[in-house]
């Protein structure tokens, strides 16, 4: 004698189950690429790096142009893009310039800075003392030759702005061969 089914729910998945797992999980898996980055990048370090370059090929130009020098005040968190007033004889911010106004780093995000070489040891702002630039660019379009690493604490990634007397740039990414500290830079890629 045959058994009579009872209409009620069946074993297995709806069509409708199984797509919305397979949209969950496109979305968990789009999450993890875009936080980690294409290949493992630090995007964080790359937008420092494409930041400081942009900020100092500005600065280089905009002294030529305009025949002022500027230069470059770096802190330990911070830096800054400043010029010479000559009729005060002093260092001052760009006024009415965002791209030149003070910019923190990045929480982790360190910087180090050499010029011609030499390691240099930022000094944290101090309240009343005048503000002098480490890097100069002179409206002749010379430059001190320096160099500026950005790394993150806890990896190996390291981004290089080297700046030439010139005033060249070159811009040195992670995984790349370093050029020779001091040495100046080669066309901007």
Do not use: C
């Amino acid at each position: 004698m045959p058994t009579r089914r009872s209409p009620g729910r069946r074993a297995g998945f709806t069509l409708i189950e199984i797509l919305v797992v397979v949209v969950i999980i496109a979305v968990l898996t789009s999450v993890a690429v875009l936080s980690m980055g294409v290949l493992g990048k630090d995007r964080g370090l790359e937008a420092e790096g494409e930041r400081f370059s942009d900020v100092a090929a500005a600065a280089m130009e905009q002294a030529e142009l305009e025949g002022r020098d500027f230069g470059i005040h770096f802190s330990a968190t911070r830096y800054e893009v400043l010029t010479y007033v000559t009729r005060r004889s002093r260092w001052e911010s760009v006024i009415d310039d965002r791209l030149y106004a003070v910019h923190e780093l990045p929480a982790g995000v360190t910087a180090r800075l050499e010029i011609e070489g030499k390691p240099i040891q930022f000094n944290d702002d101090q309240a009343g003392v005048e503000r002098v630039p480490q890097v100069l660019m002179y409206s002749s379009g010379d430059v001190s030759p320096y160099r500026l690493s950005f790394g993150r604490e806890g990896s190996d990634d390291v981004w290089s702005v080297d700046g030439g007397a010139d005033g060249t740039l070159k811009v040195t990414r992670p995984g790349t061969a370093p050029a020779a500290p001091g040495a100046g830079a080669g066309a901007a890629p």
